[in-house]
């Protein structure tokens, strides 16, 4: 046996021993390098009568694993074959079998079964489904772990083999008395996932009424026989999975999990109640048609109203309460955000003084996590408006979102620019299918979240490799700008050369000047022939900031 203390294979520590069956121990190791627990399994030469023949298995076993993952399942990860024993290094799995839950406590509450039961056929069926299937065969209590989080882990595949395809049965009758299905006997054919099934099913009769089928009578009883209180609908699933002929138990897993999860609707009570709603629905048909087309007038009328009511808040809507009014009254429309040409919308509203503050920040934050809106009674409750938009009207809810990110990119001045673009492209990137521009924003943003990343790292060649991504994407977001409005043009032209300026010395690194100056004087020779006169006022601001930065590009020293 390992001592405690000793290290196997140079790197597990061994700290206790956990378990011992009749040719193997278990104990808890650390790998101390990878600060990480292990389950080892070693199976001494010294205590086996058949050694040879036990490692054989052992190997069969191991070869499984090492091919599967999933959540249910430990992982293989070292396999050690020394001359005195066979040691398998394997997740640890915490927590304690079913089967020591049912000595401990007998029958299992009802809720707690099915959901493991659930989580068995998930893993089944991972097992099922692998190229070629891999049938378990010894599904029980005993090889179930009751992890602390509630979650199962499913144990030991010493009797697990690979379905074949054109084998008429299986060479060994492996599994346990009680729960093995009866192919596993011999005679009648190979064992394939239906045999599974019917371990499934006779492990959680047992765990649901704490009756061993593998001890006397051996028997599988309807569940209701042995405690009244237990679902006729769980029983109805038992008694399907436990079925001699394979062809009358479930097929498959996929199967059996639908009906795990929907056990309630084989109740004897819930048939009875479908069966009695039957023969009222053919009574009620005429008045239904009635009330049918009460309804849709009322439908009619109230939608009217609904729309009266929405264009008459949004005509007086003046602050964020009586917006947030407005959108709740009816989230399917886009005019509450947007506005009409008669009235503004909220983000017109929140931009009106010509700054996106933070308190205007916080008003649209506040229409991704939903609108509480008051109920009768008081009650509250959370509205997820831009949700019903986007299921509703999935364009205007591509436009108002487009637009909420322009009016942080436009006018949100608070913070360093990585953030106010990271902000706004967490709008953008719900547009990008539909706006060309928005993933330029998009791509700014991750440039620029690189920029300071790698800055902060100090790691000089990625911070310039992402400087020259970042002056491509202004050329590209420069190219792009010549479809939109004259206004847009104007601000998308300020925000090339704030970027500019704000990283002259950057991008004379990686683009030469007469690049930059060349783009700055294109935007000024553009910039002049806008012909709105509300415009003047910005386009002569553009100017000015342009000379600043062609005066600033001129006395960077040419690299």
Same mark, same amino acid.
Request: aromatic share 10%; glycine share 6%.
């Given at each position: 046996?390992?001592?405690?203390? +000793?290290?196997?294979?140079?790197?597990?520590?061994?700290?206790?021993?956990?378990?011992?069956?009749?040719?193997?121990?278990?104990?808890?190791?650390?790998?101390?390098?990878?600060?990480?627990?292990?389950?080892?399994?070693?199976?001494?030469?010294?205590?086996?009568?058949?050694?040879?023949?036990?490692?054989?298995?052992?190997?069969?076993?191991?070869?499984?694993?090492?091919?599967?993952?999933?959540?249910?399942?430990?992982?293989?990860?070292?396999?050690?074959?020394?001359?005195?024993?066979?040691?398998?290094?394997?997740?640890?799995?915490?927590?304690?079998?079913?089967?020591?839950?049912?000595?401990?406590?007998?029958?299992?509450?009802?809720?707690?079964?099915?959901?493991?039961?659930? @989580?068995?056929?998930?893993?089944?069926?991972?097992?099922?489904?692998?190229?070629?299937?891999?049938?378990?065969?010894?599904?029980?209590?005993?090889?179930?772990? %009751?992890?602390?989080?509630?979650?199962? *882990?499913?144990?030991?595949?010493?009797?697990?083999?690979? /379905?074949?395809?054109?084998?008429?049965?299986?060479?060994?009758?492996?599994?346990?008395?009680?729960?093995?299905?009866?192919?596993? =006997?011999?005679?009648?054919?190979?064992?394939?996932?239906?045999?599974?099934?019917?371990?499934?099913?006779?492990?959680?009769?047992?765990?649901?009424?704490?009756?061993?089928?593998?001890?006397?009578?051996?028997?599988?009883?309807?569940? #209701?026989?042995?405690?009244?209180?237990? +679902?006729?609908?769980?029983?109805?699933?038992?008694?399907?999975?436990?079925?001699?002929?394979?062809?009358?138990?479930? @097929? *498959?897993?996929?199967?059996?999990?639908?009906?795990?999860?929907?056990? !309630?609707?084989?109740?004897?009570? /819930?048939?009875?109640? @479908?069966?009695?709603?039957?023969?009222?629905?053919?009574?009620?048909?005429?008045? #239904?048609?009635?009330?049918?087309?009460?309804?849709?007038?009322? %439908?009619?009328?109230?939608?009217?109203?609904?729309?009266?009511? =929405?264009?008459?808040?949004?005509?007086?809507?003046?602050?964020?309460?009586?917006?947030?009014?407005?959108?709740?009254?009816?989230?399917?429309?886009?005019?509450?955000?947007?506005? #009409?040409?008669?009235?503004?919308?909220?983000?017109?509203?929140?931009?009106?003084?010509?700054?996106?503050?933070?308190?205007?920040?916080?008003?649209?934050?506040?229409?991704?996590?939903?609108?509480?809106?008051?109920?009768?009674?008081?009650?509250?409750? #959370?509205?997820?408006?831009?949700?019903?938009?986007?299921? *509703?009207?999935?364009?205007?809810?591509?436009?108002?979102? =487009?637009?909420?990110?322009?009016?942080?990119?436009?006018?949100?001045?608070?913070?360093?620019?990585?953030?106010?673009?990271?902000?706004?492209?967490?709008?953008?990137?719900?547009?990008?299918? +539909?706006?060309?521009?928005? !993933?330029?924003?998009?791509?700014?943003?991750?440039?620029? @979240?690189?920029?300071?990343?790698?800055?902060?790292?100090?790691?000089?060649?990625?911070? =310039?490799?992402?400087?020259?991504? %970042?002056?491509?994407?202004?050329?590209?977001?420069?190219?792009?700008?010549?479809?939109?409005?004259?206004?847009?043009?104007?601000?998308?032209?300020?925000?090339?050369?704030?970027?500019?300026?704000?990283?002259?010395?950057?991008?004379?690194?990686?683009?030469?000047?007469?690049?930059?100056?060349?783009?700055?004087?294109?935007?000024?020779?553009?910039?002049?022939?806008?012909?709105?006169?509300?415009?003047?006022?910005?386009?002569? +601001?553009?100017?000015?900031?342009?000379?600043?930065?062609?005066?600033?590009? *001129?006395?960077?020293?040419?690299?």
């Amino acid at each position: 046996m390992l001592e405690v203390g +000793s290290l196997v294979d140079g790197k597990y520590k061994i700290l206790n021993k956990v378990g011992q069956g009749g040719m193997s121990v278990v104990y808890l190791a650390m790998n101390e390098r990878a600060n990480k627990q292990w389950a080892v399994k070693e199976v001494r030469k010294d205590g086996v009568l058949d050694f040879e023949s036990v490692k054989q298995g052992l190997v069969a076993e191991t070869d499984i694993l090492k091919k599967l993952s999933h959540k249910h399942l430990p992982s293989i990860v070292d396999v050690i074959d020394t001359e005195d024993s066979f040691i398998i290094i394997m997740d640890y799995v915490q927590g304690n079998s079913l089967d020591k839950a049912l000595k401990e406590f007998g029958a299992q509450p009802q809720e707690d079964v099915i959901e493991w039961s659930k @989580q068995l056929c998930d893993v089944l069926h991972y097992l099922h489904t692998r190229n070629p299937a891999i049938i378990y065969r010894d599904m029980k209590p005993a090889n179930v772990m %009751l992890k602390p989080d509630g979650s199962i *882990s499913l144990i030991d595949f010493g009797t697990a083999r690979e /379905h074949k395809a054109f084998k008429v049965e299986d060479t060994t009758c492996l599994g346990t008395r009680g729960y093995a299905a009866p192919e596993q =006997y011999g005679g009648m054919g190979q064992t394939d996932a239906r045999t599974d099934i019917y371990c499934l099913g006779a492990t959680i009769y047992h765990l649901v009424t704490g009756m061993n089928p593998s001890e006397p009578p051996y028997e599988i009883r309807p569940i #209701t026989q042995v405690d009244a209180s237990l +679902s006729t609908g769980l029983e109805k699933i038992i008694l399907k999975c436990t079925q001699n002929n394979p062809a009358d138990r479930y @097929q *498959s897993c996929a199967e059996l999990m639908y009906d795990l999860e929907h056990y !309630k609707d084989f109740e004897d009570e /819930h048939i009875k109640k @479908q069966k009695n709603k039957i023969k009222l629905f053919a009574s009620s048909a005429a008045l #239904t048609l009635l009330f049918l087309i009460v309804s849709v007038w009322g %439908l009619c009328s109230a939608k009217g109203a609904q729309k009266e009511n =929405y264009d008459y808040l949004l005509a007086n809507a003046n602050s964020k309460t009586e917006y947030y009014e407005t959108i709740l009254t009816d989230p399917t429309r886009t005019e509450a955000y947007l506005g #009409t040409d008669d009235f503004d919308g909220l983000i017109s509203y929140l931009i009106s003084d010509g700054e996106l503050s933070a308190q205007d920040s916080s008003v649209l934050a506040q229409l991704k996590v939903g609108i509480e809106k008051i109920g009768s009674g008081g009650y509250s409750s #959370t509205v997820d408006v831009l949700g019903q938009l986007k299921k *509703s009207d999935p364009e205007g809810y591509k436009q108002v979102c =487009y637009e909420i990110g322009e009016a942080y990119l436009f006018y949100y001045n608070i913070g360093v620019a990585k953030d106010k673009y990271q902000t706004a492209s967490s709008w953008f990137k719900e547009t990008v299918d +539909s706006y060309p521009v928005a !993933k330029i924003y998009c791509d700014i943003s991750s440039c620029l @979240q690189n920029v300071y990343k790698y800055s902060k790292a100090n790691q000089t060649a990625k911070l =310039y490799e992402e400087y020259e991504n %970042l002056w491509n994407e202004v050329v590209v977001l420069h190219n792009e700008a010549d479809d939109l409005e004259e206004d847009l043009k104007i601000q998308v032209w300020n925000e090339i050369v704030g970027m500019v300026n704000n990283n002259c010395k950057e991008f004379c690194e990686v683009a030469s000047k007469a690049e930059i100056n060349s783009l700055l004087k294109r935007i000024s020779s553009q910039a002049s022939t806008v012909t709105n006169t509300f415009l003047k006022e910005s386009v002569s +601001s553009l100017q000015s900031n342009i000379d600043i930065t062609l005066s600033k590009v *001129s006395t960077v020293e040419s690299n």
